[in-house]
């Protein structure tokens, strides 16, 4: 693993951009885990949603509660007169619990490529982050979301006509991918009228635990996702007093709960060869498999964490093309 992370190779541009947002990150995080939000804001570039469709996609926002500013983001096809019925992707974003947010340029544009790619209707959370507002908060958001589209959300001014909520997939790169995970077991025991989520579509899933991992000693000098900031994030999401083998954290581990007995939809979990989290999300996907679940793994050998973001990857057209296989697939054993 050391060897091929000496011998990646990446474009300038997405280089520079890694450096800018290790950089970044890093100065927001204070010492005493806290963050200057006031600096982490003024270099969270935003875009504001799609006034005049770009490339086929409009998108808009929509206010859930706003006395906790809990909102989403909606991208959708500007063809309104086509008969097809596109799945529903509700889509929940990484950065450790602590920053970004549905109009994070970084995530606008990956939305709306994912939207436009699938193609699927996306709805992208704005969940409370952390430390101001420790765990369970994003995982209670996650779940109030899928209550408000299921409880009448979707008859709300400009929601696409062609939205089959019963083809909802839950999704998420890195911390997203946690609360996406726990937004499931949320639902287990409630009963959806119209929401049917089929599938979870979990991106380099951001779990961990006490015990280092091998990958975590081997890829100390990959790119972002280093055992300090995640250590750092860690301490910034949990509640006062927990330790990383807490079950929101090391899902698998001497704490968690066992999830043999939850209906838990399909899931396909993507990793790649180059991120310290590797292990921990190939033991989150073999607890899976050990719980009876219907999972499935895709790695990309060269890929490092947030590669999903970057266009210019050799990577993401792969990673496009699994995550639209996997779509396609759940949606076809649910019409059959």
């Known amino acids: ?53 770009k490339n086929g996609i409009k998108s808009f926002d929509v206010t859930v509660d706003s006395s906790r500013n809990l909102w989403f983001r909606l991208y959708a096809s500007t063809s309104e007169f086509t008969s097809e019925s596109l799945p529903l992707i509700v889509y929940f974003h990484g950065g450790g619990f602590v920053y970004m947010a549905p109009d994070s340029k970084l995530l606008d544009d990956f939305c709306q490529r994912l939207s436009r790619e699938i193609p699927a209707v996306v709805i992208s959370v704005n969940y409370r982050l952390a430390p101001e507002h420790r765990c369970p908060c994003q995982y209670e958001d996650a779940f109030d979301v899928l209550k408000f589209i299921d409880d009448g959300g979707s008859a709300i001014e400009g929601f696409p006509a062609n939205i089959d909520l019963k083809r909802c997939f839950l999704a998420g790169d890195s911390a997203g991918g946690n609360i996406a995970h726990h937004a499931i077991l949320k639902s287990a025991d409630h009963e959806f009228r119209e929401l049917e989520i089929i599938g979870v579509i979990s991106i380099q899933p951001f779990f961990g635990g006490e ?46 709960v066992d999830i ?77």
């Open 1 to 53: 693993m050391s060897d091929a992370l000496s011998a990646l190779r990446l474009p300038w541009k997405v280089k520079l951009m890694l450096t800018a947002i290790a950089v970044g990150t890093d100065i927001c995080c204070r010492s005493d885990v806290s963050v200057n939000r006031f600096l982490s804001n003024l270099l969270d570039l935003k875009s504001p949603p799609l006034k005049k469709p």
């Open 211 to 256: 015990q280092e991992t091998e990958s975590e000693r081997k890829l100390i000098k990959a790119p972002l996702s280093t055992k300090d900031r995640t250590d750092w994030y860690w301490k910034a999401f949990l509640p006062e007093g927990s330790d990383r083998d807490h079950p929101s954290v090391n899902i698998f581990g001497p704490n968690s």
């Open 260 to 336: 043999s007995k939850v209906r838990f939809p399909a899931i396909k979990v993507l990793v790649g060869g180059l991120d310290p989290l590797i292990d921990w999300q190939k033991r989150y996907y073999e607890g899976l498999k050990r719980s009876g679940k219907e999972a499935y793994l895709t790695e990309y050998p060269n890929a490092f964490h947030s590669f999903y973001g970057f266009p210019e990857l050799a990577e993401w057209r792969l990673f496009i093309k699994d995550v639209t296989d996997f779509v396609a697939d759940q949606c076809l054993k649910k019409s059959s």
